[in-house]
Nanobody, 125 residues
Framework: QGQLVESGGGSVQVGGSLRLSCAAS????????MGWFRHPGPVRELIAVI?????????SDSVKGRFTVSRDNAKNTVYLYLQMENLKPEDSGTYYC?????????????????WGRGTQVIVSS
């Protein structure tokens, strides 16, 4: 049974940086697509997705040029990262990672087979 665990959230000032991590274990996630999502409010927003190899990525317009998604498939536990730069107050929210055998640009729960429990990011001025 696979599980995803996020870490790295916290409080940061406007213009600062954070790096989120997601540890995926319990099954062979190294062949699965993964993604980052956030809940700034009631609606979940897709932030970035990456295919199993790391060679294909997609970013939402709101974070393009500021955030970078990457992954490390080298070990039994796959690590997904989100490097966030030049953070803005509107980047605040709970950030989730997700994984699925298929790469999707949907933020719907049913589009991703596994979800983490989230890590909170607070950006203050």
């Amino acid at each position: 049974q696979g599980q995803l665990v996020e870490s790295g959230g916290g409080s940061v000032q406007v213009g600062g940086s954070l790096r989120l991590s997601c540890a995926a274990s319990g099954r062979s996630f190294n062949s699965w697509a993964m993604g980052w999502f956030r809940h700034p409010g009631p609606v979940r927003e897709l932030i970035a997705v990456i295919d199993w190899s790391g060679g294909n990525t997609y970013y939402s317009d709101s974070v393009k040029g500021r955030f970078t998604v990457s992954r490390d498939n080298a070990k039994n536990t796959v690590y997904l990262y989100l490097q966030m730069e030049n953070l803005k107050p509107e980047d605040s929210g709970t950030y989730y990672c997700a994984a699925d055998i298929h790469l999707s640009r949907s933020a719907r729960t049913e589009s991703w087979g596994y979800w983490g429990r989230g890590t909170q990011v607070i950006v203050s001025s």
